[in-house]
């Protein structure tokens, strides 16, 4: 065995630099957020061939004081605590004191820097841990690194750096994340000669979204502002149609810390769940204020991420403010004027020669998104306009109103099979105090048998039957299973089962929650075998012909996790509430779309079906006007 020996200060220098810098990014990370801390409200990051051989970074801050640069490269030197009780008021993002030491360990290094109250400024070059030069230099107030040939004194790191284009795209990523964590602060980007990232610092969040998403994100969040006792949650959430394929999108930030928090993130998609449609994740800048004891920033090395003293604490609060963001929202999607023409324009204009280009309506984008003046609500006053009714329809709209309230009961008959599907239009008084965005609506027409055409003011929206449906019978089933009050209706017939012996096994471990949703199943023992029938049904599902739609509601429970029991019962519900709803082709009279739209308007979240699909977009008059160039701009 070899003798016990201390290491001497280079050879320490750069093993740990290997816990704070593993590459570019990492360098760029630690530089920008001591410009952060240091007060600055311009920061410029430059690169080239992705940081490997040279990383600028300029900042306005409050520099550093001449008799404190060389101890600013020492190890464990920091301005951001004193003693170990610091750790826990912790507001600064770079607070360890060893980035500098590690960054100046493995890379050639310069530094320029100059306090306010000094009349000349201060130059430091640094060559892996060895001072080369320090002298006076003439600057503006602020500092500047420039970083050259990392880890070219340890080629075992570089050979593991990935290639240039690579190292770029991440250090863009990380300039993304400040942007949008710190709209008060000019940020630059510069990679090999190009300007990549230029926001404004205007402090307005929907201009650093503008800036890294671009307009079409920018334009379609909603801003949160949700305070409980010494927490705050502010920042945008984006409208479930600009849902992702990923979590690239999801940017929280806990006391001004970009980080990643399994417990908020999971929080939110729950609070999102039946807007998006499945393998889709929501898009949002969320700021979290904290008290900086109840939150434990220091358990990652590169502080990514955190730990709550209260998980469940914080799951509910994220929970309720995100649901209460969405309470009065109209979550209606616009048109897209910028789809195919169809199969039988384009056939015509083959024949007659004739280009199809569709209009580019995007226009210049501002330099800065005014914030958007909130929708007002009123009390809802509904109106059906009687001149669209057959006289028949009025007569009985009128002996209607007569009557009292609870026998009210409306049936959709459909004229093929004659199956119904009740839609109880219930009393304005029954919407739970909630502003409905609907009011003085106009129900004008169907169009492909499918979508219902509703004119309020200066647009025309179209509901989609089949989800529109679909979204009454869900909240429905899941108010009734909330009270445990779920109505269920024997068969006059039992169905028999005809199960694989998977399906038999997933109707075994489901059996308690499918009874709670008002299923009685009978099991019939013959000759050592178990054969299945069906005796019950929720009411909504009315009296089945065949077993196709239980065998899909298993085929349900077999995809979602078994734990997850939340989870099961939604997709279940949803299942079943997409069986029994009225489907698209199926013709409608006005009397039961009015009954259909009415109900669905005075829903919690009426603008999707619950596998996140649209139940209503919107046509704008403008958009349409635009379209028929009746209007140039």
Known sequence: ????????????????????????????????????????????????????????VTDNGCGIAREQVKTAFSRHATSKILHIEDLEKIISLGFRGEALASIAGVAQIEMTTKTKEESNGTYIEINGGEVIKFQSAACVEGTSFIIKNLFYNVPARRKFLKKPSTEASRISELLNQFALGRPDIAFKYINNNTTILHTSGNHDKKTAMLYVY?????????????????????????????????????????????????????????????????????????????????VDVNVHPAKLEVRFQNDDEIYALFYAAVNQCFHNEVLISKVDWNSKPSKEVKEYAQQKDILIEPENVSQKEPESIPKEKKQEFNKPEMKIE?????????????KEKKEPTEKRNSFLELNE?????????????????????????????????????VEQNKSIFMIDQHAAHERILYEKLMEELKKQKVTAQMLLQPLLLKLTEKEKQVLQDNMELLHQFGFSIEVIE????????????????????????????????????????????????????????????????????????????????????????PTIIEMTQYELEKRFKRIQN
Not at 9 to 28: C, D, F, H, L, Y
Not at 386 to 396: C, G, R, S, T, V
Not at 441 to 452: D, E, M, V
């Open 526 to 613: 013959q000759k050592e075998q178990k054969t299945y029938a069906l005796l019950s049904v929720p009411l909504i599902i009315k009296e089945p012909t065949s077993t196709k739609f239980f065998l899909d509601i298993l085929d349900k429970l077999e995809e979602v996790p078994i734990e997850n029991i939340y989870d099961t019962k939604i997709a279940t519900i949803a299942t079943m509430a997409c069986k029994a709803a009225v489907k698209g082709n199926d013709r409608l009279d006005i009397r039961e779309a009015t009954a259909l739209v009415e109900k669905l308007l005075q829903l919690e979240n009426p603008f999707t079906c619950p596998h996140g699909r």
């Open 417 to 453: 099979g004659k199956t119904e599907y009740q839609v109880e239009p219930c009393s304005l008084n029954d919407a739970q105090n909630r502003d409905t965005f609907f009011k003085n609506y106009k129900i004008i027409g169907q169009i492909f048998n499918t979508y219902w055409l």
């Open 386 to 398: 009687q001149d669209n009714l057959p006289e028949k329809q009025k007569a009985e709209s009128q």
């Open 214 to 294: 671009g307009k079409e994100v920018a334009t379609k969040m909603i801003e949160i502002n949700f305070k409980k006792g010494n927490y705050s949650i502010t920042g945008l959430l984006g409208k479930p149609e600009l849902s992702r394929a990923n979590r690239s999108y999801e940017n929280l930030f806990i006391n001004d810390r970009y980080v990643k928090n399994t417990i908020i993130s999971s929080a939110i998609e729950e609070a999102y769940k039946t807007r998006l449609l499945a393998g889709k994740f929501p898009v949002y800048v969320l700021h979290f204020s904290i008290p900086p004891a109840l």
């Open 1 to 56: 065995m070899q003798k016990i020996q201390i290491l001497d200060n280079q050879t320490i220098n750069k093993i740990a630099a290997g816990e704070v810098v593993e590459s570019p990014k990492s360098v760029v990370k630690e530089l920008v957020e001591n410009a952060i801390d240091a007060g600055a409200s311009s920061i410029t990051v430059e690169i080239k061939e992705g940081g490997t051989s040279y990383i600028r």
